[in-house]
């Protein structure tokens, strides 16, 4: 069992940067693909990017260039730097546990409960 937990979301202007946080709990963190995904109000979630336990990443292309992901595992924590933030950025995010890196929401089995980001114009 995993449990996730976010941190670092808020009210950005565009242009500008947040960095999110994913602490996870359980020995065996290091093992799993984490990814992050978000959902805007009336959309579906959507894939943004994970990384492997081996750091293997991947990325949406509307985010490649803005955002890094990356992992501690010796805090359990995986990260989310987001560079010039747009608008259309604006979403709950969450962060995802699963066996494999994958960009399918499916194959994820432990979720996070989100954390908003909000880009203003």
């Known amino acids: 069992q995993v449990q996730l937990v976010e941190s670092g979301g808020g009210l950005v202007q565009a242009g500008g940067s947040l960095r999110l946080s994913c602490a996870a709990s359980?020995?065996?963190?290091?093992?799993?693909?984490m990814g992050w995904f978000r959902q805007a109000p009336g959309k579906e979630r959507e894939f943004v990017t994970a990384i492997s336990w081996s750091r293997i990443t991947r990325y949406r292309d509307s985010v490649k260039g803005r955002f890094t992901i990356s992992r501690d595992n010796a805090k359990n924590t995986v990260y989310l730097q987001m560079n010039s933030l747009k608008p259309e950025d604006t979403a709950v995010y969450y962060c995802?546990?699963?066996?494999?890196?994958?960009?399918?929401?499916?194959?994820?089995?432990?979720w996070g409960q989100g954390t908003q980001v909000t880009v203003s114009s």
């Open positions: 359980g020995r065996t963190f290091s093992t799993y693909a």
């Open positions: 995802a546990a699963g066996r494999d890196l994958t960009v399918t929401i499916e194959q994820y089995d432990y």
